[in-house]
């Protein structure tokens, strides 16, 4: 097998993302191999499922951002890290951290970017009555959300849609697009 991407996923709440990043990286002719969980919430749903799998896992608390992020640094660098996929981290990484790492950093969000960056992206489609929301994979910059686009995935909107129906048919859509933007970058490593 060739040697595959030495991946760490930041979380900080559910964790569903995550879950199809890790069944991705079980897969058969997956380019990853998740080595470490970061989050910076030590009650976060997603981390039964961490815990469940024996990942290991890094929990930081960022009460001071710039020692959690050298915390962070430090244990990317001790693993060999060459790539960072965050999943719903709700921190937002500094300047330096970006610069620091000598990897990919990449995000998930649930808009059509350039559309809707930041939060409250499903009400805001509806409240505009967009015909299509989605979900965009994109690398990460030092502006929020606004990063080199990777690969996005639209998703239909009907009339009945409210946020949470929308907000279920486009994580479902994410579960799928997140691997699809890894394939997508593989040979960039
Ligand atoms: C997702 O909607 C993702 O796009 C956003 O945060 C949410 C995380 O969900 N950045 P989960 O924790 O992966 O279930």
Redesign the pocket.
């Known amino acids: 097998m060739e040697k595959r991407i030495n991946t760490s996923v930041f979380?900080s709440?559910?964790?569903?993302?995550?879950k199809s990043l890790y069944k991705f990286s079980k897969s058969k002719k997956t380019p990853i191999k998740i080595n470490l969980i970061v989050t910076d919430n030590k009650d976060a749903l997603?981390l039964k499922f961490v815990k469940k799998k024996k990942i290991k896992l890094l929990i930081v608390n960022y009460k001071n951002i710039l020692s959690a992020e050298k915390l962070i640094l430090k244990l990317m660098s001790k693993e060999s890290i060459q790539l960072i996929c965050l999943?719903?981290f709700m921190k937002i990484l500094t300047k330096k951290f970006i610069k620091s790492f000598k990897g990919k950093i990449i995000?998930?969000?649930?808009s059509l970017l350039p559309k809707y960056k930041g939060l409250n992206t499903h009400k805001r489609a509806l409240k505009n009555k967009d015909k299509f929301g989605g979900?965009t994979v994109h690398y990460v910059s030092s502006k929020i959300d606004s990063g080199r686009i990777i690969l996005r995935k639209k998703v239909k909107i009907s009339k009945m849609d409210t946020e949470n129906s929308l907000k279920l048919k486009v994580?479902r859509a994410?579960h799928k697009l997140y691997p699809a933007a890894i394939n997508k970058i593989k040979s960039s490593f």
Do not use: F, K, W
């Open positions: 979380i709440g559910r964790g569903s993302n995550l997603g999943a719903g995000n998930i969000h649930p979900c994580l994410e």
